[in-house]
């Protein structure tokens, strides 16, 4: 057996479905037809009642899923693609953020961000939202990179009390396979050491951990032995796990997809140099996609963001340094 | 919810003439419609006395805002009185109120303790807000009654939510009532808010009070069309218009919207006329509303206008009307000095904690 | 801007019998209305071989879609070219047109060169989105074309903003014309925008046509009015519907929008209903549409029942339609052919600067 | 004479509106009424139908700008409070910042953000939120701190060809004072060192930069020289005289007044610790708003946000380092 990123979803969803009866999907197109990417195929048979297309209204979406759950319920809400999370914004960072602390009524509500880029997918259907989450107070933001976190997170966002936007990874959806789902994972807030090594830390989350691992195996050949931290959750971010990793290390190179100013790149390095910074033996360094939209031409877009080619590169600088 | 406060009956039942059959004539035909067990006077009255107590505590807060006593804006429902308590007379427990700006009526019959508004514009830490949130931003959800955020237009599809949840969970013979302004119905978040209700047809009822002022902006760069009202069938809700400075007819329209929800009809729209007979906060002297509208019979007071029926029609006589000034007042005094005599958040104590799992919470260096 | 394909008149004036007359009545009145310089049934046909064209090029799409050499989606507006055509064919140089999704024929008319069409779903680095973006994100604003973001209901406010300039500059006789689908007039974006240009008043006609999916959401899940025209009232526009399968009706009702728009009366929605004739893009197969909704009047292929008439009526032989046929696919290949041989974008040459003020880029290490 | 932060924001726009024919000002109750805090005060007045009033309506007040920019004009759009700009975070984020990369058509609208903290204004009246605009590509984010950049950085604003995110302070509007306008001004993208000094670099904007000052010269009694950069615009963020400035003192402390996940503070250290860390004698420090929302009380409010104490104390422990 074997199962994809994308299935992984769609398997929490329908366990949290089947054990908890708070549980409800509310997003366009995530009835009958199982969604856009099919995250809920099957579940509005299954489950009738509880697997809720909407209209067009992301706003009214989260806004509607706030007073659900301020009165018991766990909705997860489908936005069609992250981009469109824009227009919920005001309810997630606002409403949804800030609830529990002005109120202390809790807000358990999971946004699943269908996130990051693809071919040919351009401006508006290629977004890496994060940032903007992270940001604000009030919000948990994750960012799984396996199939088994995407499982074993997706479950934890609805078990908690507190709001998540679940940044999910398009390009992970059907590229990503495990044998199996899994049966235990690391608490929400704690980061993965995906591939241990000793010359170099690289911290990243959700589709370029996949391309750090590449260039890791890629510059082990050359004899460098690189870490690879999968963050899971970049808020909270653990910064102990990357500590202790850059002091394994001395280097540090972080690798996001998203645009280059401030974003969890520029939070783990500043938390490196505040908290860290003895411990660092070069300059740390960060790779982002670039400060421009994201490109629809396949030419563009592959050079818009990192990959294995441009963090290989950007590692062995590091590593002379 | 609805905590009556006790209504002394100055006139026995006898008292109700045929010119006062025909003076509450409005009243009852609402009354009768939302099946109240009171009489119509009785309603009407207790209507009027929460109307009264609702301005007093108004007028204490804008008294202690020219004082100087309170940080940030203060907000006041004056003239909106009618519409406001109308809003709440007709909720009970297990009903949804997401009150916003001019409500102080509503939230109070609804259940609202006078010390909860007292300590939130005053900041006691004993607040339901413990001095993280002021003024009109205050609520208990765990009761029913949500804490608006300021964004206009937000608390629609927060209300859908909650009764969708009632439902999920098999609670029956509830409904949500949500205000919001003239203004307010521009916004986006408004509009969503208002198709999702009707696409998930809970028993909602919107109330709209067009005040004809956002702020300073009249009535003519806040919207073109020709009537307010006309927006329900756009989006599948029953929709009809009140003269919000007549207590009777708030009883009657809304009392029936609220019965009509709850009966199983669609959602209902109600758009109520009045004048905010207050600046837009106690910041502003409103000296941008014209003296030709100030003559509109919208302009009315609609305690005021209640007071003199009620006086009038020998429903109430002065005395009586004085002694529930006094203990208006008094409860309001009380609740005030209950507030000020507490002590004020302190920074050393509070918590910072923005997720209730607070092994989550992740404060950098 | 109205760049009309040369129209071969197969009748001659004499032909326009009594019948002719007759099933032309319709179209008669909108052209009267909108006061075309030319006898209904040109405009008619005009109509018809732009729907062709939209039809031809479209398929063409389709095609490539489905021999992989499209990166990204192909969303198509089969059925809706009545509707999408009459858009368009009311426009003249100096008036905006936004489109959305489903406006291949109203682009065309207004303007946009078949090879923009190829060039931005090819990729190609010299089509007006040089690869930045694909699909039916393109358009030439300097050219009163805006260029869509997907984000629905964005681009009515964007429209009211452009006419205002045009209104600040002392242009005249202009229109801006933009379209939404069913689906998108539930979003926030769209109820601001469709109030803010009442407000400004300015002449703006928006035609949503209802295909009675939302990709796979069927209308009872987008809202639950009645009649999506009644929203036009509620924000002070004048609205109609239209049965968009009919291209006369679709001439005459969008044309009297525009006309009406132009010579200064409040803005105009139309709502048009069909059925979506292809998936939501060309990925999807659209099974979710049920065998019933297909046998309804509004699934009505209206470039088929535009061909019928014609056919039917003796307006054009079935010879000139073939050559039409011909014409039309001769400009798609051609448009297709140059773009495919049109080098792609690449990294290096491209400039990665999302201002225009180059100094002012600030892209860090 | 003596001019105030917000007056000159008034005298710019009267200004502009005079100069450009291309210039109206769209915004709530900013006609008649001159706004909710006075900054188009009698604009109205002198310039019939170029000073608006609009509906509650964010989306539709940026998308309108949006449009007439496209169409040649130089709309100004006022949000009443910063915070309610995240309901127009779309049109910004995704119209205005992608429109001239798509179709090499500028978008030159100004969009006026009164921003931060004051007492008693709560979580939605308090924000400041320059760190979603800058992460986003497209975008020009000025965060004026002085009279002078407040008035000559809203006239370069309007002048520039592509969409502004003006972040004006609230709580300088009436606290702040000039005794004239500027005739000169350094151009958009250049830092000001608003103090100079030896020992230590503090790097912030807007209103933190008269904490900053306060706090230089306090510790300057004690024989600490400060150098306070001021950065005017966070996007572009002159890192060059960043830069130049911890090569003189070796220490870096980044102050500002939003949520410390992310933003300015973060992409401050990031620059630095990336291309100047050799130039750091010890590790960059930061102080930012706490994370939850802004309180409402005094009390929490002053505890909340920097202030020339925390300022202090952590600058004082930083000089020990
Ligand atoms: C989205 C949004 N934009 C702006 C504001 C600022 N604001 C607060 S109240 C108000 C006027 C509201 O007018 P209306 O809805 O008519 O209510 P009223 O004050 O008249 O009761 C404005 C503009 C806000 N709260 N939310
Ligand atoms: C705000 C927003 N949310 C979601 C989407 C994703 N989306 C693109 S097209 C579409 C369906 C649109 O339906 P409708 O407006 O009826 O137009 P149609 O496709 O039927 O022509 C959806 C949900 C979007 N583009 N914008
Ligand atoms: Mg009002
Ligand atoms: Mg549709």
Redesign the interface.
Known sequence: MSITYLEAIREAQARALKEDD?V?IYG??V???GG?FKATKGLAKEYPGRV??????????????????????R?IVEM??A??S??A???I???A??????????CPITVRLPSGGT???????SQSME??Y?????L?VMTPATVEDAYSMLLEAVS???PVVFCEHKYLYYHLKADALPTESLP??KARIARAGRDLTIVTYSAMVHEAIAVAEELSRDGFELEVVDLRSV???D?ETVLASVARTGRLLCVGE??????????V???????G??L?D?????INA????I??????W???RPNAKSIAARARQLLRE | MCHSPEVKIICASSALTTKLRFMLRTAERGANKVETKRAPHERYLEAFRWMLRARTFEDKLASLYRGGLISGGVYLGRGQEAVSVACGLFLQKGDILAPLIRDQGARMVFGEPLLDVARTYLGSKHG??RG??GNI?R????EGC??M???LG?????????????R??GERDFVGLTTIGEGGMSA??WH??M??AA??QVPLVVVATNNHYAYSTPNEREFACHDLADRAQGYGFEGCSVDGTDLAACLDVIGSAVKRARAGRPPQLVVASTLRLAGHGEHDDASYVTPEIRKESFAQDSLKRAEAFLLESNLIDPATLETWRDEAAAEVEDAVATAQKEPAPEAETEDW?????R????Q??
């Open positions: 708070r409800f366009q197109d009835g009958a037809f856009a809720l297309d909407t209209p067009i209204s992301e706003d009214a979406m989260v806004g509607t899923a706030i007073g659900a759950a301020i009165e018991g319920m909705p069609q693609f981009d469109f824009s227009v914004l005001n309810q960072l606002n409403n953020g800030t609830h529990y602390w002005r109120t202390q009524v809790p071919k040919g997918s351009g401006p508006f259907h940032a903007l992270a940001h604000y107070p009030g948990v908690l009390d507190d929400t807030g808020k909270p971010l910064t998203s645009f280059p100013w401030g974003g969890t790149n520029a939070e390095i500043a938390r490196v140099a505040t908290e910074f003895h660092l070069a300059a740390p360094a960060r670039k400060d421009t939209p490109p629809y031409h396949p030419n563009l592959e050079a818009h | 339901p807000m993280r949130d931003h609520g208990r959800p765990a949500m804490a955020i300021s964004h937000a608390m629609v599809s927060v209300t859908v939510g909650a009764l969708m949840a009632k999920f969970k986006g978040a969503e808010g198709n999702i696409v998930e904690c923005a997720l209730s799992m092994h989550l919470v992740d950098p260096a």
